[in-house]
T-cell receptor, first 112, second 113 residues
């Protein structure tokens, strides 16, 4: 069965510091990987995706993620965090045209 | 281009009642997916429609059903509501069935009392 894990419920980082939100996956087949962000009382917003090609994927708002097949990971990163980045972040995986499976979410808190 | 719209935004129902939620995808999008979001279970996939056909279905009881119309608008229905059905129901649309990028609506907050 396909699954995705976000091992940290919350990540705290100071503004201006680099941030990493972790995601690992377990699938049979080639994964399609996604990151979404959710602000309070809002739906999810698409950040970036990995389908194929370059392992380093750049997305919206300065975020990027690196696909690591050997470690089955797809960690979200940003070189310099902003207070406005504080939100709930979801990693998701799907194989082919199967359903999208979401992780449990990681709350990112950026302190000024 | 207008985003995904969901109506109503908030809903309060009583146990045993039924409810219908509506989703209008982004213009030109033909794929619509529904998700249930709760604090305990997180985001769970309900079903996906493409060109009026259900392509995938999550692990929910038969009380949860949906449909898609020829204009790609979608509805989901929950019959015989239970307290545990209280959740944020999210709809997402995508241009095609690859669903490489899904665009989410703001959700419908359903409270069952």
């Amino acid at each position: 069965a396909q699954s995705v894990a976000q091992p940290e419920d919350q990540v705290n980082v100071a503004e201006g510091n680099p941030l990493t939100v972790k995601c690992t996956y377990s699938v049979s087949g080639n994964p399609y990987l996604f990151w979404y962000v959710q602000y309070p009382n809002r739906g999810l917003q698409f950040l970036l995706k990995y389908i194929t090609g370059d392992n380093l994927v750049k997305g919206s708002y300065g975020f990027e993620a690196e696909f690591n097949k050997s470690q089955t990971s797809f960690h979200l990163k940003k070189p310099s965090a902003l207070v406005s980045d504080s939100a709930l972040y979801f990693c998701a995986v799907r194989v082919n045209t199967d359903k999208l499976i979401f992780g449990t979410g990681t709350r990112l808190q950026v302190f000024p | 281009k207008a985003g995904v719209t969901q109506t109503p935004r908030y809903l309060i129902k009583t146990r045993g009642q039924q409810v219908t939620l509506s989703c209008s995808p982004i213009s030109g999008h033909r794929s619509v997916s529904w998700y249930q979001q709760t604090p305990g279970q997180g985001l769970q996939f309900l079903f996906e429609y493409f060109s009026e056909t259900q392509r995938n279905k999550g692990n929910f009881p038969g009380r949860f059903s949906g449909r898609q119309f020829s204009n790609s608008r979608s509805e989901m229905n929950v019959s015989t509501l239970e307290l545990g059905d209280s959740a944020l129901y999210l709809c997402a649309s995508s241009p095609d069935k690859t669903n490489y990028e899904q665009y989410f609506g703001p959700g419908t907050r359903l409270t069952v009392t």
